[in-house]
T-cell receptor, first 114, second 114 residues
């Protein structure tokens, strides 16, 4: 039971390059989320998705693009990476928006933009 | 003012002590309250979940919510070195699954000294 996985786990890139972070979950959860975690800011929501082909902006969406063609995958793309996007990125999923459910997090991708 | 305030610490206590971790919030619409534990270089994992006001106990952990004061707490009894981690409070107005994302505190770094 793999749960929720992210790849790559570590990535170093240069300013201006396009980078795609992958997220895959095996639970068939409807909802998926991307957060970034920075010292002094905690976890902040970038984008979320309620189902395949349905996405919406979170608190800090600028500079990021998402897609969700399949329920189990939710890739996050930095179209032109900037140093301010150096961060740890976490993907999460939840089955339903019910009162008894919660979000389950992946192991994270540590991205450095030089 | 951020929606959720949490002292980042670090908080250092001796093994066996009772630990108290707290968050305050400003959005009165929040109804679902969670505590996540995050070990170094890992993803957050759910520790406690509470709906509305009241207490919830699970082993050595007790979560309290006081909606009138917009204040939530996590107590850890008989603290162990393995409890050393960052503790994140999270909240949602809509559901435990946070259909439009969870709002997190910055996290408190807890160190239990053997």
């Amino acid at each position: 039971d793999a749960g929720i996985t992210q790849s790559p786990r570590y990535k170093i890139t240069e300013t201006g390059r396009q980078v795609t972070l992958m997220c895959h979950q095996t639970w068939s959860h409807s909802y998926m989320f991307w957060y970034r975690q920075d010292l002094g800011h905690g976890l902040r929501l970038i984008y979320y998705s309620a189902a395949a082909d349905i996405t919406d902006k979170g608190e800090v969406p600028d500079g990021y693009v998402v897609s969700r063609s399949k329920t189990e995958n939710f890739p996050l793309t930095l179209e032109s990476a900037t140093r301010s996007q150096t961060s740890v990125y976490f993907c999460a999923s939840s089955g339903t928006p019910s009162s008894t459910d919660t979000q389950y997090f992946g192991p994270g991708t540590r991205l450095t933009v030089l | 003012q951020k929606e959720v305030e949490q002292d980042p610490g670090p908080l250092s206590v001796p093994e066996g002590a009772i630990v108290s971790l707290n968050c305050t919030y400003s959005n009165s619409a929040f109804q679902y309250f969670m505590w996540y534990r995050q070990y170094s270089r890992k993803g957050p994992e759910l520790l406690m979940y509470t709906y509305s006001s009241g207490n919830k106990e699970d082993g050595r952990f007790t979560a309290q919510v006081d909606k009138s004061s917009k204040y939530i707490s996590l107590f850890i009894r008989d603290s162990q070195p393995s409890d050393s981690a960052t503790y994140l409070c999270a909240m949602s107005a809509n559901s435990g699954g946070g259909a439009d994302g969870l709002t997190f505190g910055k996290g408190t770094h807890l160190i239990i000294q053997p």
